[in-house]
């Protein structure tokens, strides 16, 4: 059996460093090890195990895409980061590409820190599922359903939430 936060010997497999995934390839972080005071501040910045990453720049420094923010990251031997890639058929750019009657849990609340701020006090936290209810007739806004109630957002603050399809 696995320790918590370490990975399986299939998940170590599969597994790849992070700084070997194409340009554009979404993963998920398998194994986090290291310093720990390395560990911490890119857990900080939401890099943890679990967390999906798209690898936008390869090379040194590479550059990531981790919920709706770039993060820019040396190789070196203070953290080990082992990801797996995932399918990116699953994966959904935001919110507001989801058609009528879709499903999908939030991955990430990007935009200003008064835009994010106000999505998540209107309940749009990361792993919510939200399924799109209705677009008012010129596309613009967009009604959801979540929890026990409904939300109508503008489609461009629908925009800035990531999402997986469901």
Not at 8 to 31: C, M, N, R
Not at 64 to 70: H, M, S, W
Request: aromatic share 4%.
């Amino acid at each position: 059996m696995a320790r918590p936060g370490r990975p399986d010997v299939q998940e170590q497999i599969l597994s790849t460093p992070f700084h070997q995934l194409p340009a554009g390839q979404w993963a998920e972080v398998t194994d986090l090890s290291g310093e720990q005071a390395a560990v911490s501040r890119i857990a900080e910045l939401g890099l943890h195990v679990g967390s999906r990453f798209r690898m936008l720049k390869t090379g040194s420094p590479c550059l990531l895409e981790v919920r709706g923010a770039r993060l820019s990251l040396r190789m070196d031997d203070k953290l080990k980061i082992l990801a797996r890639p995932v399918a990116t058929e699953f994966l959904m750019a935001s919110l507001d590409q989801i058609p009528v009657g879709g499903r999908a849990r939030i991955e990430a609340v990007a935009g200003t820190d008064s835009l994010s701020q106000r999505l998540m006090e209107m309940g749009l936290f990361e792993g919510e599922e939200v399924e799109v209810i209705g677009v008012a007739p010129l596309g613009d806004p967009i009604e959801l359903g979540l929890r026990d109630y409904r939300l109508s957002l503008r489609r461009n603050e629908a925009a800035c939430i990531q999402v997986t399809l469901l």
